[in-house]
């Protein structure tokens, strides 16, 4: 196969690293329910069988198409497939699209959007590839507007995820809610304190999501400044999954999610030690020694999986 080829690795056996942390439960309260946003009963029990009847997909090798314009655009190929589902009223330009000139994402919805998770189109960290020389990987999300009961949240998730279940709801999902401020990990309840209540994002400012790969800890910037981690040793081993991008919107909202096109408020991110673009798609891990030239893409893959509301 010449894609593997290129990546072939000696098998030279190598020292091992030090033990991932393990994950624990984050030591603050917490809430049996939100603050603001609550889902009905009927869509807990409905993502609870879906995680049961549909396992996390493996990670997955990224089509030599896909790699070839990684190659040519960088970041700018990453962007959010549009949702299956009814209630998802709204639209999403990404910087492939022939009609976006810009370099970000630009995610737009309606008073009538229902609760809706969003994920992007290739993955945020790929567990597949190596992260020889990566610190990790980032992104950010600028608000625009929110309308009246405009609801916005950041994090990451693994395929298949529930649609229309809000990041850090359900398995292997990370997520900050912008209305209370309170962070969620596998947390279908009422979430976790997370930083002083005086912080509610708003119109003009920048909610970033970032992941560290050697201790598995997914972390928050607002306005440029790194927030205290969020969750560690989550996602790990690594190379179990591949970990997407995840927006949750609900309400009227209008927001630019960011991968680097455009210059990131959180002045680390610009390193190419954070970048996207630096690490998915780039050499496979040395434990890979065959795999299928023919996988699916992702979409592909994402579109077996049916959807609710």
């Not at 639209?91 to 969003?118: F, H, L």
């Not at 949750?248 to 999610?257: E, L, T």
Request: charged content about 25%; hydrophobic content about 35%; some cysteine.
């Amino acid at each position: 196969m010449p894609f593997l080829s290129i990546f072939e690795k000696s098998k030279t056996k190598k020292p091992l690293p030090p033990a991932p942390p393990e994950w624990a439960p984050a030591p603050e309260t917490s809430h049996k329910s939100g603050l603001m946003n609550e889902a009905p009963e009927q869509e807990f029990e409905a993502a609870e069988e879906f995680c049961a009847t549909y396992p996390v997909e493996p990670p997955r090798l990224l089509p030599t198409n896909v790699i070839e314009s990684i190659n040519a655009l960088g970041c700018k190929v990453w962007g959010f497939e549009t949702p299956h589902l009814r209630r998802f009223t709204g639209t999403i330009r990404n910087p492939e699209d022939a009609k976006n000139a810009e370099a970000v994402t630009r995610i737009e919805t309606s008073p009538e959007c229902g609760d809706t998770c969003i994920l992007s189109n290739y993955p945020l960290v790929a567990g597949l590839y190596e992260i020889k020389g990566k610190r990790g990987a980032y992104y950010e999300v600028k608000i625009i507007e929110l309308i009246e009961e405009g609801f916005v949240a950041v994090g990451t998730a693994c395929r298949p995820y529930p649609e229309y279940r809000l990041p850090g709801w359900n398995r292997l999902s990370a997520g900050l809610h912008l209305d209370d401020m309170r962070k969620f990990f596998e947390d279908p309840c009422g979430g976790r304190d997370y930083v002083d209540n005086t912080i509610r994002p708003g119109p003009g400012d920048t909610v970033g999501c970032g992941f560290e790969f050697q201790t598995g800890t997914v972390f928050f910037t607002y306005n440029g400044i790194r927030l205290p981690d969020a969750f560690t040793g989550v996602y790990l081993p690594r190379t179990q999954q591949d970990v997407y991008a995840a927006v949750g919107v609900s309400g009227a909202v209008k927001i630019n999610v960011n991968f680097g096109g455009d210059h990131f408020r959180w002045l680390e991110g610009n390193e190419w030690s954070w970048r996207v673009e630096g690490q998915v798609g780039g050499h496979l891990v040395a434990a890979i020694e065959e795999a299928d030239a023919d996988l699916p893409s992702y979409s592909e893959a994402s579109s077996s999986f049916r959807t609710y509301g």
